[in-house]
């Protein structure tokens, strides 16, 4: 579904006869941090008039299927001017009616390892090296100078490159797939609580906001959307449909996991569990099931559990308003059943410690009463152990 809108991007013909005169020679190159291959010239250019100043541009794209897709670099030193694109320039020293190169001259670089294409693999690119003039003034963005005028040649050669890193549409194939995920998994902590209540649809309809703003416009036109409001649209629905499963009880948790596990990253479980919490304290009520069911999702996204409990504490704490507090201690601290007696109490000792010294230093308000509150509720869970 998220490829059926990508186009590749259309750029102006080669120039005539082998490429106007000039050959492209593309070889392997492997030493000091580069690993990949390097272009050369060879030939003669002939020029309708002389230019004041010229010099080489070469971009990149992936041409395997047909569409070209411009290849990005990781590299700023490597990049065009105002977006991510792949591009590597050399300037004309001895500028006249022809540019001839009587030998193969190096005119770039390009190191495989800065390389970020649309998908992972062996894949077919495209070197496109152009002579521009820059007396003109245009731009380069995504492969493609604008205006035309500015080409005073172009060359094309293409090669095979292994590409080694996750390509930007599968990234986007994967954060799209991380998105819907997370929009089911906010509305079952959602349900948790009790009924789906409209603060917390707003909280995920905010955050659904986020996601359609934040976009790196050089890669999001190929998450296989014609246009925001599209996207938009995909979004609003696929909330609706989650949205109803959950009030039907047909939201199948177990497959929500199974996904999570497929397509979340160290960073994004990080986001997602912050979500979780926003959404289970929108209306100031904290639950020990739902916190039951944050550790599910944490475990399923591989959260370490100090930063599990540092956001849980963060979250919590830092509530204005408190209107229900029904969880005990162990819900709270994530304290397993099955640890033995003098187990649970170092932890809920160490716990308390903790809280105690925050307590000293928390300015009267609601956190420093969220803080007694837990206080009181670890007090009485060492109690019962003790």
Known sequence: M????????????????????????????????????????????????????????????????????????????????????????????????????????????????????????????????????????????????????????????????????????????????????????????????????????????AKILDWLHYADSDRQIYDGYSSYEERSQSYIAHFNQALQKVKDRTLSQSRLFTELMQCCTSSSAIELIKFCFDVMIADGIIMGQTLELIDKIAKAAKIDLNKLANIRDEKIVRLDKVSKFDLTAEQFLGINSHWKRNKKIDHLEAEFHKWNSRLNVVPEGNARENIQRLLHMIGDALKQYR
């Open 2 to 205: 998220l490829r059926r809108n990508i186009k590749g991007i259309e750029i102006e013909s080669a120039s005539p006869s082998d490429n106007g005169g000039m050959s492209i020679r593309i070889s392997d190159v492997s030493y000091g941090d580069i690993d990949g291959k390097k272009v050369e010239l060879r030939g003669c250019i002939e020029l309708t008039n002389k230019p004041s100043d010229c010099g080489f541009i070469i971009s990149l794209f992936d041409c395997t299927g047909g569409r070209l897709l411009p290849i990005q670099s990781t590299s700023p030193r490597f990049q065009e001017k105002g977006s991510t694109s792949f591009s590597v320039s050399a300037e004309v020293e001895e500028i006249d009616t022809e540019i001839e190169f009587f030998d193969w001259t190096l005119v770039g670089y390009i190191n495989a390892w800065i390389l970020n294409g649309p998908f992972e693999d062996t894949r077919n690119l495209m070197a496109v090296v152009r002579l521009v003039d820059h007396g003109v003034s245009g731009s380069l963005r995504n492969g493609r100078v604008v205006p035309t005028d500015k080409i005073l040649w172009t060359g094309i050669k293409k090669f095979k490159l292994d590409l080694y890193d996750e390509g930007y549409i599968e990234s986007l194939i994967r954060l799209r797939r991380f998105h819907f995920t997370s929009i089911g998994l906010a509305l079952l902590i959602a349900k948790s609580v009790g009924e789906i209540t409209h603060k917390a649809t707003a909280v995920i309809e």
